[in-house]
């Protein structure tokens, strides 16, 4: 990343610290790829990355519904509102909701066949999206930045 990171924050000071630039230049890299995924998603479909996230994770565990909880959970980018993200997809149609019949104070959230739908539609574009913005770094680079990712997300620091 020599001088790209500086470059694009135009910054002309030296960073306090290699991972201070690496920090840095991992959220620049993840905005640039991000911005036209988000963009997509509101154009063609009127969803939030958040949004599509929910409507996958009901997706995979159709045809059981799922608690608000635990739909938290798996999201990729943590929402502390899952309850209005959820209530926004039911107007819409894309999702239902129901009271758990184990425990009727848990509501279990489930995709409609709309939803289904909806993703389906967008499916072919998931697929080319990868590609499309990290293809061009070819199997060596990926395999590489595949294990970097992994040993940052397994570390797991915190902060303070």
């Given at each position: 990343m020599a001088g790209v990171v500086a470059r694009e924050l135009k910054q002309h000071?030296?960073?306090?610290?290699?991972e201070q630039e690496v920090l840095l230049g991992l959220q620049i890299a993840a905005t640039r790829i991000m911005e036209p995924w988000e963009k997509f998603l509101k154009t063609s479909?009127?969803?939030?990355?958040?949004?599509?996230?929910?409507?996958?994770?009901?997706r995979g565990s159709h045809p059981t519904?799922?608690?608000?909880?635990?739909i938290?959970?798996?999201?990729?980018?943590?929402?502390?509102?899952?309850t209005r993200l959820v209530?926004?997809?039911?107007?819409?149609?894309?999702v239902s909701?129901?009271?758990?019949?184990?425990d009727r104070r848990v509501v279990?959230?489930?995709?409609?066949?709309?939803?289904?739908?909806?993703?389906?539609g967008l499916d072919g574009h998931v697929d080319r999206f990868p590609k499309a913005m990290l293809g061009h770094l070819g199997l060596k680079k990926l395999e590489q930045l595949v294990a970097l990712l992994e040993a940052i997300i397994a570390e797991r620091s915190t902060f303070p």
């Open positions: 000071r030296a960073f306090a610290s290699h479909a009127d969803l939030t990355p958040n949004q599509y996230n929910v409507l996958r994770i009901l519904r799922l608690p608000c909880g635990e938290a959970e798996r999201m990729i980018a943590r929402d502390p509102d899952i209530d926004r997809l039911g107007r819409r149609g894309l909701r129901g009271r758990s019949r184990q279990e959230v489930g995709i409609t066949e709309k939803g289904l739908h909806a993703l389906r």
